[in-house]
């Protein structure tokens, strides 16, 4: 199993930037598939991006496209939320996930979760 391990959260003021990274360790990391996922209070988990590792395919939604860009490091096994433009809606607990081969935007593919990064949008 992949572990996970989150940065980069923290305050921003509304149109701010920030740059979330994930870096993973333990077994074969090549073969993974990544996301982001968001968790605001009241809300359900929602995806954010996904990335396969070759970084062939990459689908961010709708609510983060533009302003959000996904990408990933192969030599230092970490994968990378850049987030500008923030607004009032994106503030959250950031989760980054993996999985085998193939992106999703689905949470439930995903078999290994890090502990989460807190962002907050506030002027």
């Known amino acids: 199993q992949v572990q996970l391990v989150e940065s980069g959260g923290g305050l921003v003021q509304p149109g701010g930037s920030l740059r979330l990274s994930c870096a993973a360790s333990g077994r074969t990391f090549r073969s993974y598939a990544m996301g982001w996922f968001r968790e605001a209070r009241w809300r359900e988990r929602e995806f954010v991006a996904t990335?396969?590792?070759?970084?062939?395919?990459?689908y961010h939604a709708d609510t983060v496209k533009i302003r959000f860009t996904i990408s990933g490091d192969n030599a230092k096994n970490t994968v990378y939320l850049q987030m500008n433009s923030l607004k009032p809606e994106d503030p959250a607990i950031y989760y980054c996930a993996a999985r085998a081969f193939t992106a999703s935007r689905y949470s439930y593919e995903y078999n290994s979760w890090g502990q989460g990064t807190q962002v907050t949008v506030s002027s």
């Open positions: 990335i396969s590792w070759t970084g062939g395919n990459m």
